[in-house]
């Protein structure tokens, strides 16, 4: 069963989407600062949008291990962006959730509703946690929806890198 599911994250994160550029898409801080998505993406480095709630038992349980990628990569070649949909009423457990786990990544608040998260891009939004995978161009990429490892994310980043270096070898 572990394999058919790790098996099934893989083919879910290299699952083609349609070129989606990033979204120009205002949200707040916890502390009510307005900030618009398109500020993380499409900068020189992948950004990974992890979308969370704070009672989502998946995304206690997954979510802190992207604090471990976003140092590795923070300097490099990738950040994480960290969206709850708690919406701006329950920004207090939103925060709570932020400081439980010492997410070390910028995180903004969206509002739950499908107008707002599907402006994300990928289809319609199922549940949390969701994530998103930009390039460094700002192209939307990839997105699996449940869990998914750091792992499986590097993974997909050096295999996209590979075969962009594999085309522009062959293009001379």
């Known amino acids: 069963m572990k394999t058919l599911t790790k098996t ?38 992948w950004t990974v949008v992890a979308i969370w709630a704070h009672d989502c038992h998946i995304c206690n349980d997954e979510i802190p291990a992207m604090t471990f990628f976003h140092d590795a990569h923070k300097d490099k070649d990738a950040i994480v962006l960290g969206v709850s949909i708690d919406g701006w009423n329950k920004r207090r457990e939103a925060r709570r959730f932020i400081e439980t786990h010492a997410l070390n990544f910028p995180n903004l608040i969206a509002e739950p509703r499908q107008d707002v998260i599907g402006k994300f891009g990928g289809g319609e939004f199922y549940g949390t946690p969701t994530f998103y995978v930009y390039s460094p161009e700002g192209e939307l990429l990839a997105r699996q929806i449940g869990p998914v490892s750091a792992e499986e994310i590097e993974k997909f ?13 062959a293009n001379g």
């Open 8 to 45: 099934a994250i893989t083919l879910l994160l290299l699952l083609p989407l349609a070129s989606f550029a990033a979204p120009d898409l205002l949200l707040k801080t916890v502390d009510g600062e307005q900030q618009n998505v398109s500020e993380y993406i499409g900068k020189g480095k």
């Open 157 to 169: 980043m050096q295999s996209v890198d590979r075969a962009k270096r594999e085309k522009s070898d």
